[in-house]
Protein backbone atom coordinates (compact mmCIF):
# COMPACT_ATOMS: atom_id res chain seq x y z
CA UNK A 1 0.00 0.00 0.00
CA UNK A 2 1.34 3.23 -1.02
CA UNK A 3 2.24 5.50 2.03
CA UNK A 4 2.57 8.48 -0.11
CA UNK A 5 0.66 9.51 -2.75
CA UNK A 6 0.95 12.56 -5.36
CA UNK A 7 -3.03 12.67 -6.54
CA UNK A 8 -2.49 14.89 -9.91
CA UNK A 9 -0.25 13.14 -12.21
CA UNK A 10 -0.25 16.71 -14.04
CA UNK A 11 -0.59 20.15 -13.66
CA UNK A 12 -0.37 23.23 -15.63
CA UNK A 13 -0.08 26.86 -14.88
CA UNK A 14 0.78 29.72 -16.41
CA UNK A 15 4.29 31.46 -16.23
CA UNK A 16 4.25 33.90 -13.46
CA UNK A 17 1.29 32.78 -11.23
CA UNK A 18 1.53 30.00 -7.95
CA UNK A 19 1.99 26.50 -9.15
CA UNK A 20 0.76 24.18 -5.83
CA UNK A 21 1.85 20.57 -5.82
CA UNK A 22 -0.22 18.45 -3.00
CA UNK A 23 1.20 15.60 -1.19
CA UNK A 24 -1.18 13.08 0.98
CA UNK A 25 0.62 10.75 3.75
CA UNK A 26 -0.54 7.70 5.95
CA UNK A 27 1.93 7.18 8.44
CA UNK A 28 1.97 9.14 11.19
CA UNK A 29 5.50 8.32 12.21
CA UNK A 30 6.83 10.22 9.36
CA UNK A 31 8.77 13.42 10.37
CA UNK A 32 10.75 14.46 7.77
CA UNK A 33 9.60 15.34 4.34
CA UNK A 34 11.63 16.38 0.92
CA UNK A 35 10.37 17.94 -2.53
CA UNK A 36 12.47 16.54 -5.13
CA UNK A 37 12.54 17.77 -9.03
CA UNK A 38 13.12 16.19 -12.17
CA UNK A 39 13.77 16.71 -15.35
CA UNK A 40 13.96 14.34 -18.02
CA UNK A 41 17.10 12.13 -18.57
CA UNK A 42 18.11 13.03 -15.30
CA UNK A 43 18.27 11.73 -11.60
CA UNK A 44 16.20 13.41 -9.13
CA UNK A 45 17.80 16.78 -7.56
CA UNK A 46 16.77 17.54 -3.85
CA UNK A 47 14.68 20.62 -3.75
CA UNK A 48 13.78 21.49 -0.07
CA UNK A 49 12.64 19.73 3.05
CA UNK A 50 10.99 20.14 6.17
CA UNK A 51 10.80 18.59 9.65
CA UNK A 52 7.51 17.83 11.11
CA UNK A 53 8.22 20.31 13.74
CA UNK A 54 7.86 23.10 11.55
CA UNK A 55 4.67 23.59 9.34
CA UNK A 56 6.55 25.91 6.98
CA UNK A 57 9.70 26.05 5.23
CA UNK A 58 10.86 28.82 2.44
CA UNK A 59 13.56 29.17 0.22
CA UNK A 60 13.45 31.89 -2.44
CA UNK A 61 10.27 31.10 -4.66
CA UNK A 62 9.78 27.97 -3.12
CA UNK A 63 7.66 26.78 -0.23
CA UNK A 64 6.97 24.29 1.38
CA UNK A 65 3.38 24.02 3.93
CA UNK A 66 2.76 20.45 6.15
CA UNK A 67 -0.45 19.74 7.53
CA UNK A 68 0.25 17.56 10.21
CA UNK A 69 -3.34 16.62 11.52
CA UNK A 70 -4.57 16.23 7.91
CA UNK A 71 -1.48 14.37 6.92
CA UNK A 72 -0.66 16.75 3.98
CA UNK A 73 2.05 18.37 2.37
CA UNK A 74 1.96 20.69 -0.32
CA UNK A 75 4.85 22.86 -2.29
CA UNK A 76 3.99 26.01 -3.36
CA UNK A 77 6.14 28.09 -6.37
CA UNK A 78 5.30 31.90 -7.07
CA UNK A 79 6.42 33.41 -9.20
CA UNK A 80 6.45 29.80 -11.61
CA UNK A 81 8.73 30.53 -14.28
CA UNK A 82 9.30 27.94 -17.94
CA UNK A 83 11.89 26.51 -16.39
CA UNK A 84 10.15 24.93 -13.03
CA UNK A 85 8.92 22.60 -16.04
CA UNK A 86 9.67 19.08 -14.35
CA UNK A 87 8.74 16.08 -12.27
CA UNK A 88 7.91 17.06 -8.37
CA UNK A 89 8.68 14.08 -6.65
CA UNK A 90 7.38 14.22 -2.44
CA UNK A 91 9.00 11.59 -0.04
CA UNK A 92 8.60 10.94 3.37
CA UNK A 93 10.75 9.31 6.23
CA UNK A 94 10.64 8.53 9.77
CA UNK A 95 13.91 9.05 10.58
CA UNK A 96 15.14 5.85 8.89
CA UNK A 97 17.34 4.75 6.17
CA UNK A 98 13.53 4.93 3.89
CA UNK A 99 12.44 7.32 1.92
CA UNK A 100 9.04 6.94 0.59
CA UNK A 101 8.37 8.43 -2.54
CA UNK A 102 5.31 9.49 -4.26
CA UNK A 103 4.59 9.09 -7.84
CA UNK A 104 5.21 12.25 -9.23
CA UNK A 105 3.32 15.28 -10.51
CA UNK A 106 4.31 16.46 -13.85
CA UNK A 107 4.33 20.67 -13.62
CA UNK A 108 4.11 22.48 -17.18
CA UNK A 109 4.55 26.46 -16.87
CA UNK A 110 3.15 28.08 -20.04
CA UNK A 111 4.83 31.06 -21.33
CA UNK B 1 33.22 15.21 -11.73
CA UNK B 2 30.94 16.17 -9.29
CA UNK B 3 27.85 14.63 -7.44
CA UNK B 4 26.48 11.34 -8.22
CA UNK B 5 26.89 9.38 -11.63
CA UNK B 6 25.74 6.41 -13.30
CA UNK B 7 27.33 4.45 -16.10
CA UNK B 8 26.12 3.49 -18.80
CA UNK B 9 23.02 5.39 -19.17
CA UNK B 10 20.93 2.71 -21.55
CA UNK B 11 21.68 -0.84 -21.06
CA UNK B 12 19.28 -3.62 -23.31
CA UNK B 13 20.12 -7.31 -22.24
CA UNK B 14 18.58 -10.46 -23.03
CA UNK B 15 17.31 -12.36 -19.98
CA UNK B 16 20.07 -14.83 -20.24
CA UNK B 17 22.65 -12.28 -19.83
CA UNK B 18 24.86 -10.66 -17.02
CA UNK B 19 25.63 -6.74 -16.93
CA UNK B 20 26.40 -4.38 -13.75
CA UNK B 21 25.30 -0.92 -13.45
CA UNK B 22 28.18 1.37 -11.88
CA UNK B 23 27.45 4.46 -9.35
CA UNK B 24 30.25 6.66 -8.23
CA UNK B 25 30.03 9.56 -6.00
CA UNK B 26 32.16 12.56 -5.13
CA UNK B 27 30.26 14.50 -2.90
CA UNK B 28 32.43 12.18 0.38
CA UNK B 29 29.16 10.36 1.45
CA UNK B 30 29.64 7.21 3.58
CA UNK B 31 25.99 6.09 2.23
CA UNK B 32 24.65 4.65 -1.08
CA UNK B 33 21.89 3.55 -2.44
CA UNK B 34 19.99 1.65 -5.36
CA UNK B 35 15.92 2.71 -6.42
CA UNK B 36 14.36 0.98 -9.01
CA UNK B 37 11.68 3.37 -10.72
CA UNK B 38 9.01 1.41 -13.08
CA UNK B 39 6.56 2.99 -15.00
CA UNK B 40 3.69 5.03 -13.21
CA UNK B 41 5.22 4.02 -9.31
CA UNK B 42 6.72 5.36 -6.77
CA UNK B 43 10.55 5.05 -6.32
CA UNK B 44 11.08 1.57 -4.96
CA UNK B 45 14.39 1.55 -2.53
CA UNK B 46 16.54 -1.79 -3.20
CA UNK B 47 19.36 -1.58 -1.44
CA UNK B 48 21.38 0.85 1.58
CA UNK B 49 24.92 0.32 2.26
CA UNK B 50 26.72 2.03 4.65
CA UNK B 51 30.50 2.52 4.76
CA UNK B 52 30.32 -0.43 2.68
CA UNK B 53 28.30 -2.93 4.45
CA UNK B 54 25.06 -3.79 3.48
CA UNK B 55 22.19 -2.73 6.24
CA UNK B 56 18.91 -2.62 4.09
CA UNK B 57 17.92 -4.86 1.75
CA UNK B 58 14.20 -4.54 0.88
CA UNK B 59 12.97 -8.48 -0.21
CA UNK B 60 14.83 -8.19 -3.74
CA UNK B 61 15.01 -10.65 -5.99
CA UNK B 62 18.75 -12.45 -5.97
CA UNK B 63 18.85 -12.10 -9.57
CA UNK B 64 19.95 -8.37 -8.57
CA UNK B 65 23.11 -8.84 -6.33
CA UNK B 66 24.58 -5.36 -5.02
CA UNK B 67 28.29 -4.69 -4.36
CA UNK B 68 29.77 -1.58 -2.56
CA UNK B 69 34.07 -1.95 -2.65
CA UNK B 70 34.16 1.51 -0.97
CA UNK B 71 32.34 4.40 -0.09
CA UNK B 72 32.74 5.84 -3.28
CA UNK B 73 31.38 3.14 -5.60
CA UNK B 74 28.44 1.03 -5.53
CA UNK B 75 27.51 -1.71 -8.51
CA UNK B 76 24.49 -3.75 -9.11
CA UNK B 77 25.15 -6.72 -10.67
CA UNK B 78 22.20 -8.20 -12.61
CA UNK B 79 21.87 -11.97 -14.05
CA UNK B 80 18.87 -13.95 -15.54
CA UNK B 81 16.79 -10.38 -15.23
CA UNK B 82 12.85 -11.01 -16.28
CA UNK B 83 11.33 -8.45 -19.40
CA UNK B 84 9.26 -6.86 -15.49
CA UNK B 85 13.05 -5.55 -14.44
CA UNK B 86 12.95 -3.15 -17.30
CA UNK B 87 12.57 0.30 -15.53
CA UNK B 88 14.80 3.80 -14.17
CA UNK B 89 17.66 1.95 -11.80
CA UNK B 90 18.84 5.15 -9.61
CA UNK B 91 21.62 5.56 -7.36
CA UNK B 92 21.46 7.86 -4.33
CA UNK B 93 24.26 8.87 -1.76
CA UNK B 94 23.75 10.67 1.77
CA UNK B 95 26.46 12.27 3.75
CA UNK B 96 25.07 9.17 6.33
CA UNK B 97 22.55 6.95 7.45
CA UNK B 98 19.65 8.18 9.51
CA UNK B 99 19.33 8.54 13.36
CA UNK B 100 19.34 9.93 16.22
CA UNK B 101 16.91 12.28 14.80
CA UNK B 102 18.61 13.49 11.95
CA UNK B 103 17.73 12.41 8.36
CA UNK B 104 20.56 13.15 5.43
CA UNK B 105 19.14 14.18 2.25
CA UNK B 106 20.07 11.71 -0.15
CA UNK B 107 21.25 13.18 -3.96
CA UNK B 108 20.78 11.15 -7.03
CA UNK B 109 22.22 10.46 -10.08
CA UNK B 110 20.75 10.19 -13.40
CA UNK B 111 19.84 6.79 -13.18
CA UNK B 112 20.35 3.67 -15.73
CA UNK B 113 17.45 3.05 -18.22
CA UNK B 114 17.05 -0.73 -18.48
CA UNK B 115 15.36 -2.93 -20.85
CA UNK B 116 15.47 -6.69 -20.28
CA UNK B 117 14.20 -8.18 -23.84
Known amino acids: DQQVKQNSPSLSVQEGRISILNCDYT??????FLWYKKYPAEGPTFLIS?????DKNEDGRFTVFLNKSAKHLSLHIVPSQPGDSAVYFC??????????FGTGTSLTVIP | ETGVTQTPRHLVMGMTNKKSLKCEQHLGHNAMYWYKQSAKKPLELMFVYSLEERVENNSVPSRFSPECPNSSHLFLHLHTLQPEDSALYLC????????????????FGPGTRLTVL
Open chain 1, 91 to 100: AASNTGNQFY
Open chain 2, 92 to 107: ASSRGLAGGGRTDTQY
Open chain 1, 27 to 32: NSMFDY
Open chain 1, 50 to 54: ISSIK
